[in-house]
């Protein structure tokens, strides 16, 4: 089946081969999707300075948002096709990569962004179309902000995915309205 889905910001529509899911798989995706909206519509008439502009004392700003949103949802798809090695070793040891992964770089642009956004997320619903089992799961990584021994099933990465991207849309919303006062909800 292809679909045309069209982009939050009123841009581009992209056509993708998506599979029909129902139940729980169709659930955890469709609330991601909504998440990803927010987010995506919170830098909507944006260009790449008001994107990559520091709005607040933190160093967090919209592009990067989106930007640090698509890495770790690619990074935790990797995890549930081939578990801890997905995080390339000591987690800790890669703070540089880290931050870089919250702002952009010469070279990147709000679009290019968006469009590994939009990438990743395809990325995502084949990959949880296809898995064999939600309850399928891996070791997490050794690192401090996991519990010691700990696994986590493909559903649960979903729920850490869509409560991550709800956290930062929360970020983003912040954000925008000290840029220009407008809020993604109204």
Known sequence: MTTTRTDATGGHAAD???PTLTGERADLLASLAR???FLRFTVQNLDDEQAGRRTTVSELTLAGLVKHVAVMEHQWLNF???GASAF???MTARQDE????FRLLPGETLAGVLDRFDEVARRTERIVAEVADLDDAHPLPAA???EPGASWSVRQVLLHLI???AHHCGHADILREALDGARTMG
């Open 163 to 165: 409560a991550e991207t």
């Open 35 to 37: 998440r990803r909206f």
């Open 88 to 90: 390339d070793g000591d």
């Open 16 to 18: 993708m081969a998506a």
């Open 144 to 146: 401090p902000w996991f």
């Open 80 to 82: 549930v096709l081939v």
């Open 98 to 101: 880290f931050h870089d992964g």
